[in-house]
């Protein structure tokens, strides 16, 4: 019996230390994996400013995480002593594979969308809508945007921010995508950020090629991104970016594409 994906050819474009689980899984399920990471995580320019913070750890009671990467970089960055106050502190993660991502370090996120994973979804959260006199500690990527926390303020919370990453263009040679769409080996693009797909387009110089080339984007804000940088192929929306979400939608798309 032939496998969901059986000879597909799809590019992964998580960021490294992200896509194994995912590449895995679509090479079970019978594709060709191109890994072809498009954003890179590093630490912050100014790594200095994370202790400085975290000494004044205590003095916050809650802390939201952004993201699995804020998750990731952060909690190393915390001493023995700083994890215990956090084990004491109201935790909230921005979706599920973030709650996860904490899960696995022994917290356990009391603020979680039930559905979702943005910032419009936590903030849809009854917990957050009465914020008076909390203080509240958001460790996030280098320049994210700044929808939470001016809204947690305006719902009266004081709030600070801890820079644990940053996302960069990575350093690859894309353009060995070309001759794999010359020589049609490249059946879909996987996209997992509105950057990563910003990053491609930069990579390769905006050709007009890649605009053709079908997409599975992880959100909405993706597809809007894609369209309005030019995008004219066969665009698929995942439920979410997580790999599982990912992988039913290809699977669906492959059901249609070799109909």
Not at 26 to 51: F, H, M, S, T, Y
Not at 75 to 99: D, E, R, S, W
Not at 103 to 121: I, K, L, M, Y
Not at 161 to 172: A, G, K, T
Request: aromatic fraction near 6%; charged fraction near 15%; hydrophobic fraction near 45%.
């Amino acid at each position: 019996m032939p496998k969901a994906l059986q000879g597909l050819h799809i590019a992964v474009t998580r960021p490294a230390h992200q896509a194994a689980g995912f590449r895995q899984a679509l090479q079970q399920a019978g594709a060709k994996v191109l890994l072809l990471p498009l954003v890179e995580i590093r630490p912050p320019d100014n790594q200095a400013a994370i202790p400085l913070t975290l000494a004044q750890l205590s003095r916050h009671d809650t802390a939201i995480f952004i993201s699995a990467n804020a998750v990731e970089y952060g909690l190393p960055a915390l001493n023995p002593a700083q994890q215990t106050v956090l084990h004491q502190m109201t935790l909230g993660a921005i979706g599920k594979q973030t709650a996860k991502a904490l899960q696995q370090h022994g917290f356990t996120a009391n603020w979680v969308p039930a559905q979702g994973f943005t910032s419009e979804d936590f903030l849809a959260l009854p917990q957050t809508q009465h914020l008076a006199g909390r203080h509240i500690l958001i460790f996030r990527g280098q320049g994210g945007r700044e929808l939470l926390a001016d809204t947690l303020r305006e719902r009266g919370a004081q709030v600070t921010y801890l820079d644990v990453y940053q996302r960069v263009c990575p350093q690859i040679d894309a353009n060995h995508l070309k001759y794999l769409h010359e020589q049609r080996q490249l059946d879909i693009i996987t996209i997992t950020s509105s950057e990563g797909l910003l990053n491609l387009l930069t990579l390769l110089e905006n050709p007009d090629w890649i605009k053709t080339v079908p997409l599975l984007v992880g959100s909405q804000r993706m597809l809007a991104t894609a369209r309005s940088a030019g995008f004219i192929g066969t665009i698929r929306i995942a439920d979410n970016p997580g790999d599982e979400a990912m992988l039913q939608a290809l699977i669906h798309w492959a059901q249609e594409f070799q109909a």
